[in-house]
């Protein structure tokens, strides 16, 4: 997709990583539409950006409801004509096991961090194509390719979403619209691994993490420079993932050796003590 400014949906803007997207995409000359649970704080986020020039939309919805998502949609090409690209950045885990999750709950893992984003992009795409311009961009993450501890139905939605993105680019980038993937290591200064190290009282180290702004930075770079794939990680973060997929016993070896193993069970005997 051409550098030119479009219009960009983000969801997942309210809090962590997305105001950093949002940002980021506002520099680049993107108007906004902005979408997340929190109605107070995308506000607060779009409030900012309009004092800085840019065109932005907060419409809260809630996308693990079918129907948030069809509103949201309708509602975004009412409010602003056209979507040119859209941020699948909403997503999370409890961090529980996967047993003592009910079925419900770990469905609901999905429909946040894979089934939403596919019918956005369903929903988004026929659009796109008439106009011949679009980009998609999914936020996944490293979790599943290293086998990090209690992630089951995050980690299979993740990979899922490479998955889709993949085939996705293959099949409509010849028509126009393209697809990219960001796969986060481990962020900090915001997100759901910043969240739990502050509940837990631990400091997110610098060594090993990436700081946030780099998830936007790889946005705007996915979409200007229509790559496939980016690896927010330090060092060669796409070697490291390749590796771990060649190797799968590298991984847990990683998570043992780097005291993840034993974080994440810090984890889950907190989130036994504080269920709320």
């Known amino acids: 997709m051409a550098k030119t400014a479009g219009v960009a949906l983000v969801t997942g803007a309210s809090r962590g990583i997305g105001p950093f997207i949002a940002r980021s995409l506002a520099e680049a000359g993107y108007?906004?539409?902005?979408?997340?649970?929190?109605?107070?704080?995308?506000?607060?986020?779009?409030?900012?950006?309009?004092?800085?020039?840019?065109?932005?939309?907060?419409?809260?919805?809630?996308l693990t409801v079918a129907e948030d998502v069809e509103a949201l949609v309708r509602t975004a090409e009412r409010e602003v004509g056209r979507v040119d690209v859209l941020v699948n950045n909403a997503g999370g885990d409890p961090q529980r096991e996967f047993d003592d999750m009910t079925w419900a709950e770990n469905d609901a893992i999905f429909q946040l961090n894979l089934?939403?984003?596919?019918?956005?992009?369903?929903?988004?795409?026929?659009?796109?194509?008439?106009?011949?311009?679009?980009?998609?961009?999914?936020?996944?993450?490293?979790?599943?390719?290293?086998?990090?501890?209690?992630?089951?139905?995050?980690?299979?939605?993740?990979?899922?979403?490479?998955?889709?993105?993949?085939?996705?680019?293959?099949?409509?980038?010849?028509?126009?619209?393209?697809?990219?993937?960001?796969?986060?290591?481990?962020?900090?200064?915001?997100?759901?691994?910043?969240?739990?190290?502050?509940?837990?009282?631990?400091?997110?180290?610098?060594?090993?993490?990436?700081?946030?702004?780099?998830?936007?930075?790889?946005?705007?770079?996915?979409?200007?420079?229509?790559?496939?794939?980016?690896?927010?990680?330090?060092?060669?973060?796409?070697?490291?993932?390749a590796l771990m997929d060649l190797f799968p016993s590298m991984g847990p070896a990683m998570n043992q050796a780097t005291g993840a193993n034993a974080t994440m069970r810090s984890v889950i005997e907190f989130r036994r003590r504080s269920p709320g």
Do not use: C, W
């Open 115 to 241: 089934i939403a984003p596919m019918r956005l992009t369903h929903l988004l795409l026929p659009g796109m194509l008439e106009r011949g311009r679009g980009h998609i961009v999914n936020i996944s993450s490293i979790a599943g390719r290293v086998g990090f501890p209690y992630t089951e139905a995050y980690a299979a939605a993740k990979d899922g979403l490479m998955g889709f993105t993949r085939v996705l680019r293959n099949d409509y980038r010849s028509r126009g619209v393209s697809a990219s993937v960001v796969v986060l290591g481990a962020i900090r200064d915001a997100g759901q691994g910043q969240r739990t190290a502050d509940q837990l009282g631990m400091k997110m180290p610098a060594m090993g993490t990436s700081p946030a702004k780099d998830v936007g930075k790889a946005v705007v770079a996915a979409i200007e420079k229509d790559r496939a794939e980016i690896v927010v990680m330090p060092g060669p973060g796409r070697l490291i993932k």
């Open 31 to 62: 108007s906004l539409v902005l979408t997340g649970r929190s109605a107070s704080e995308l506000e607060v986020l779009a409030d900012d950006l309009r004092a800085k020039g840019t065109t932005a939309v907060a419409l809260p919805r809630d």
